[in-house]
């Protein structure tokens, strides 16, 4: 192995059509990018069909899902024909809940996301999880837990992970967007009279990545990206 291909990383396919093609054909691997939008944005279903995509061709996934519970989750999926559930029982997706403490919290998911070999994990939300322990984590701390996550995603857990959070979230700083990988926004605007979805690469560190907004709508089919048709 050359120097060059030591430190040139390999790509994690997302799984969603168009997607992969903007950001240099996927995420690199063993990093954590950022995934922001306003509520109904569809941040979930985006990377639930990231854990899915991976879990179906080989490469399993953990979810630490702090809202939203096991079966709604597995409902919410069933909308899609994706049988979430199967995945679990297989042993290729596992799904944490928030414990009783941040630190167990964070225990469980290194815990079991070594436990069944983990190549990908989702951490729904950053908001949510931190908000949940004002005892433990207060809002001057906010940035080292966020670095701590991300090190035990990419380092002790060897994921590549998606961090959802949400517009605006604590907007005295910005560390959330210094810390990660890549930064992809999720955000709506009215076009003639229409509110449409678009999705916005903002950054995506040693890939090159499209930099022009993209339309998406969630359909039967999960997150949907619009490509334009070439004409010939």
Known sequence: ??????????????????????????????????????????????????????????????????????????????QFGWDLGSLVEEGMISIIERQTEYGLTIHELEKNAKLIGAKRAVVDSLPSL???FPKEIEPSEYRIAFQLLCQVLMKSCGCTSILISETGWFKDTRFEEYVPKGVIELYSK??????RKFLLIRKMREVRHSRKEHLYEITSKGFTLFIPRIRK
Request: net charge negative.
């Open 1 to 78: 192995m050359t120097i060059i291909e030591k430190y040139v990383k390999s790509k994690v396919e997302v799984g969603i059509p168009g997607i992969d093609d903007l950001i240099g054909g996927g995420l690199p691997r063993k990093s954590t990018v950022l995934l922001r939008g306003q509520a109904g944005s569809g941040k979930t279903i985006f990377s639930l069909q990231y854990l899915i995509s991976g879990a179906l061709n080989g490469e399993p996934g953990i979810l630490l899902s702090i809202e939203e519970s096991r079966e709604d989750l597995y409902s919410e999926c069933a």
């Open 190 to 195: 009215m076009m003639d009279g229409v509110s």
């Open 130 to 132: 931190f908000s949940s």
